[in-house]
C-alpha cells in the first residue's frame, strides 16, 4: 500500500504492517508527510525492526506510481480478512449487502469499494472471475476501503446464498442490476436488508446470478443511452438506499 494517507489509516485501525520502506527527504515535501514522518520516528508507532529507510531510487522502483509519495507498506493479505475489518466496525444498520459479479476493470472495482465503504455496505462478495480486488490499481482507487470495509473474495454461488440468507434473514431480496428492467432502483425499499448485485462491465449478470436474484431493477436512461458504467450504477443504487435510511429528501 502506497503513500501517506494509506499507512495513517492503518496505524489508525491498529494493523502494523510487516515492513514500511520510507524516504524522509521525499515525506518532507508536503504537510502529511512531514506529519506521519514525526509519527513514524517515534518509539511506540513500529517496531524499529519493521521500518526501513531507502533511497528515493529505491522507493520508486518499489511503488507501482509514477511520482513516489515517499512509504510504501507491506502487509499480509490475512489482515483484511473480512472477520477481522468487521469485527472493527461499530454496530449500525446496514441494509445492503453488495455481490460483484466477474467485474473485469481495476478502476471499477475500486471506485465500487471506496463507494461502498463510504455508503456504509455492509459487506462485499467477490465471485471467482472479478479482477485482484488486492492489485495495486484497486488498491489506490479504492483509498483505503480495504482496510474498513469487509470484503469476502472467490465465494461459490452457494457460500453467497448462504451469506444472502443470512444477511435478509425474514425476507431474501436479491436486486440485480439491469439496464432492460421494467423495475426503477427508487421504487424498491432499500431500509430493509437486501442484497445488489452488479455484473460484468461487457457481458453483464452471469447466468447464476440471474439465477438468484428476486428483482432485476434500472436506472432511468435518456437520449438513447444503453447503460452507465459498472462503478456509476452501483453507487447511484447505494446512495439511494442511504437517502431512504436518512429520510433525506
Not at 462485499?124 to 480486488?133: A, E, R, Y
Request: aromatic share 4%; with cysteine.
Amino acid at each position: 500500500m502506497e503513500g501517506p494517507h494509506l499507512l495513517e489509516a492503518l496505524l489508525d485501525a491498529q494493523i502494523v504492517p510487516r515492513e514500511v520502506y520510507y524516504q524522509p527527504e521525499l515525506l518532507q515535501r508536503t504537510a502529511k508527510g512531514r506529519s506521519l514522518l514525526d509519527r513514524l520516528v517515534h518509539p511506540s508507532t513500529l517496531p524499529a525492526e519493521r521500518l526501513v529507510e531507502v533511497s528515493e531510487r529505491v522507493i520508486e522502483s518499489l511503488g507501482e506510481v509514477q511520482t513516489s509519495q515517499g512509504v510504501v507498506s507491506v502487509l499480509a493479505q490475512d489482515a483484511f480478512q473480512p472477520e477481522l475489518v468487521g469485527a472493527r466496525r461499530p454496530a449500525a444498520l446496514r441494509p445492503a449487502l453488495l455481490i460483484l459479479d466477474e467485474l473485469a476493470d481495476p478502476g471499477n472495482m475500486g471506485t465500487i469499494l471506496r463507494t461502498a465503504l463510504a455508503a456504509d455496505v455492509a459487506e462485499v462478495l467477490l465471485t471467482p472471475g472479478c479482477v485482484d480486488c488486492f492489485s495495486p490499481k484497486v488498491v489506490r482507487a479504492a483509498a483505503g476501503a480495504h482496510i474498513a470495509l469487509p470484503l469476502a473474495t472467490d465465494l461459490s454461488w452457494e457460500t453467497i446464498a448462504e451469506k444472502i440468507n443470512s444477511h435478509c434473514r425474514e425476507e431474501r431480496r436479491v436486486l440485480l442490476a439491469e439496464a432492460e428492467s421494467s423495475h426503477l432502483y427508487y421504487q424498491q425499499d432499500l431500509r430493509r436488508p437486501f442484497a445488489l448485485i452488479v455484473g460484468n462491465e461487457a457481458h453483464g449478470p452471469s447466468p447464476e446470478a440471474r439465477g438468484l436474484a428476486s428483482l432485476a431493477i434500472s436506472i432511468p436512461l435518456a437520449n438513447g443511452v444503453e447503460s452507465l458504467n459498472a462503478a456509476m450504477a452501483a453507487g447511484i443504487i447505494l446512495y439511494e438506499a442511504v437517502r431512504q435510511t436518512q429520510h433525506v429528501i
